[in-house]
């Protein structure tokens, strides 16, 4: 159990296009979900707490504008890189919490590692 | 500032040896402490958890944590090569977060 899939696993586009990634979780209902970002050689970077049926939480730095959080559901989270740019590249990872059973951890996603030329 | 930290290696053991990773956190406040392993291109998958002093063992996986010193470690006992990864350590720092603060990890890498 606790299953969360990623779409798309990667994807490659050109700078100034908007990129979806969407998070799902599979066999758990996720109140709150989390986007990372990984860089090479890099930790993890949270950039967001996505909570259903509100605004995300944004870090400290993470422009609110450029990444589009949306949790319109107990299962899925979208993010959107908006006007992405070389920069943006990077790995996007997501995150749920499922909490039945009493259990606190994070479940990962398998990734989307996003490529903008 | 909350911080993790960890040696970031490369930590080289030969397979059968014991690989100790060890973690330091700022926090004292912090309730839940997590391992994580992520191999090359991969998302990170849970290892262990450990939320109270002492040990916590699970098959060649231990997990120790000491609170006065801020500090939780991981041991890895009988290390085969397919345990060569990058190991991250988080913290949950509680007060009703749910986020977890990430250290840099370490890359560990058993030598057959």
């Known amino acids: 159990g606790a299953v969360v899939s990623q779409h798309p696993s990667w994807v490659i586009c050109k700078s100034g296009t908007s990129v979806k990634i969407e998070c799902r979780s599979l066999?758990?209902?996720?109140?709150?979900m989390f986007w990372y970002r990984q860089f090479p050689k890099q930790s993890l970077m949270l950039m967001a707490t996505?909570?259903?049926?509100?605004?995300?939480?944004?870090e400290q730095g993470v422009e609110k504008d450029k990444f589009l959080i949306n949790h319109a559901s107990l299962t899925l989270s979208t993010l959107t890189v908006t006007s992405a740019h070389p920069e943006d590249s990077s790995f996007y990872i997501c995150?749920?919490?499922?909490?039945?059973?009493?259990?606190?951890?994070?479940?990962f996603g398998p990734g989307t590692r996003l490529t903008v030329l | 500032q909350k911080e993790v930290e960890q040696n970031s290696g490369p930590l080289s053991v030969p397979e059968g040896a014991i690989a100790s990773l060890n973690c330091t956190y700022s926090?004292?406040?912090?309730?839940?402490f997590f391992w994580y392993r992520q191999y090359s291109g991969k998302s990170p998958e849970l290892i262990m958890f450990?939320?109270?002093?002492g040990d916590k063992e699970d098959g060649r996986f231990t997990a120790q944590l000491n609170k006065a010193s801020q500090y939780v470690s991981l041991l890895i006992r009988d290390s085969q090569p397919s345990d060569s990864a990058t190991y991250l350590c988080?913290?949950?720092?509680?007060?009703?977060?749910?986020?977890?603060?990430f250290g840099k990890g370490t890359k560990l890498t058993v030598n057959p």
């Open positions: 450990i939320y109270s002093n």
């Open positions: 066999d758990f209902q996720a109140t709150t």
């Open positions: 995150s749920a919490r499922d909490t039945s059973g009493g259990r606190q951890w994070q479940f």
């Open positions: 988080a913290v949950r720092y509680g007060g009703g977060s749910e986020k977890l603060v």
């Open positions: 926090d004292r406040g912090s309730q839940s």
């Open positions: 996505s909570n259903e049926g509100s605004k995300a939480t944004y």
